[in-house]
């Protein structure tokens, strides 16, 4: 369908569209006033404007995400596909750790349908990747890091061994890596079977600090975030059951959400298993990829638990479930795009995938036609509520 077709179709579909337009039909039967139907209009353009607000600050995503890369777009070892993280550079196209066949791919912004991935990286085992703001691509192989060059494609080998101030001595690395990589450019990585997190200075590669962990508060970490608007704010999911917060350089780390919380506020129907999140920091909004009960949720992060004692039925309405999955493992991730479209790791039976589903787009069919030309529809779809403003114009002066 072509970008015309879709955005027909769109209009077409609106509801305000419909309704709005049989309402000015009448108005101009019973020939009431053009000022009336003008402020008639400008009731519209409210509702339109309420709407557009609630979308950027409330997200909502298509409920069946589209199967963006599978082992098809692969040469060779079609089976062996196992994506393990993403990660967006600055032009914004995907990179994928296929543990699988030890692979770092990258998916173009631009790709055409069926178009064959070209690895950028073999002989890879990697569980994390992370772009910074100069495009290094930071990943790990096995329990070492490294840093690759996407502009000039060179690559450095980081020296990762650690002083633990508790056993005080020199650790290395060890299986089960996870990095961040702020805006200075220091270095965050999670050491999930050593229980640690560990900070490397951007200035002194050498120089490092064990900044969670060190009094074995850690039970089993699986991800890491943190919160650059927030002074450094780090969010850590532990054990499967709980997300700690660890304020700037603070000693040990507060439960923000667990099994107790889930319960009671958005009927968890078994434990909590957070795999994958990040902050929304202008709207106080934390994201979860929650796979222990299969689905993607959003909680406000002034809703703590301090506050719950008195607010339990606001809890309900603002802890959200925003997609349920018919299934998934226990290793899946999840990334935003520059349009907030939501791309999952989806290591499903048979048939491991990543999946994109398209924020702000509810209706299943135009989200699909739309995927192929997701830039373009989007712009147009900028124009939607100015091309209704003529719409209603020239229904009100028909």
């Not at 609630?54 to 070892?77: R, V, Y």
């Not at 004692?309 to 309405?317: I, K, Q």
Request: one cysteine or more.
């Amino acid at each position: 369908m072509s970008l015309f077709g879709l955005l027909t179709h769109q209009l077409s579909t609106t509801p305000d569209i419909q309704r709005y337009s049989k309402m000015l039909y009448c108005t101009n039967m019973h020939q009431v006033s053009i000022i009336s139907r003008l402020i008639l209009l400008l009731l519209i353009s409210q509702t339109n404007s309420i709407q557009s607000q609630s979308c950027e600050t409330s997200l909502t995503w298509s409920q069946n995400g589209i199967p963006i890369i599978t082992g098809d777009n692969l040469k060779a070892n079609k089976s062996s596909f196992r994506p393990a993280a993403l990660a967006f550079d600055s032009q914004w196209n995907l990179y994928i750790a296929d543990s699988g066949n030890k692979l770092i791919l990258m998916y173009p912004t631009n790709i055409t349908a069926n178009q064959t991935l070209i690895p950028i990286l073999s002989n890879v085992s990697s569980t994390s990747l992370f772009i910074d703001k100069n495009d290094n691509l930071y990943y790990n192989d096995e329990n070492t890091v490294k840093i690759f060059d996407l502009i000039n494609g060179n690559i450095r080998i980081l020296n990762t061994s650690y002083y633990d101030p508790r056993y005080r001595y020199y650790r290395k690395l060890t299986n089960g890596i996870y990095l961040y990589v702020d805006k200075n450019l220091t270095l965050y990585v999670l050491d999930s079977y050593g229980k640690r997190v560990i900070r490397f200075s951007s200035e002194n590669p050498n120089t490092s600090d064990v900044i969670a962990g060190r009094y074995d508060e850690l039970h089993s970490p699986t991800c890491i975030y943190v919160d650059e608007t927030d002074r450094n704010t780090m969010y850590i999911c532990d054990s499967y059951t709980r997300i700690l917060k660890y304020s700037y350089n603070a000693i040990n780390g507060s439960v923000t959400a667990d099994d107790e919380y889930l319960y009671e506020n958005i009927a968890s129907d078994d434990l909590l298993i957070p795999n994958s999140i990040q902050i929304d920091s202008v709207h106080q909004q934390m994201y979860v990829l929650d796979t222990g009960n299969r689905r993607f949720t959003r909680r406000y992060l002034h809703n703590n638990n301090n506050n719950n004692n008195n607010n339990n039925s606001n809890n309900t309405n603002q802890d959200e479930i925003l997609i349920n999955f018919l299934w998934m493992a226990v290793k899946e991730k999840f990334v935003f795009d520059k349009n907030k479209d939501l791309y999952v790791t989806y290591i499903s039976p048979g048939t491991p995938k990543v999946l994109k589903f398209m924020n702000c787009c509810n209706n299943e069919t135009f989200c699909r036609d739309a995927h192929s030309n997701s830039d373009g529809i989007r712009k147009l779809a900028k124009s939607i509520q100015f091309l209704q403003w003529l719409v209603f114009l020239l229904l009100a002066f028909y």
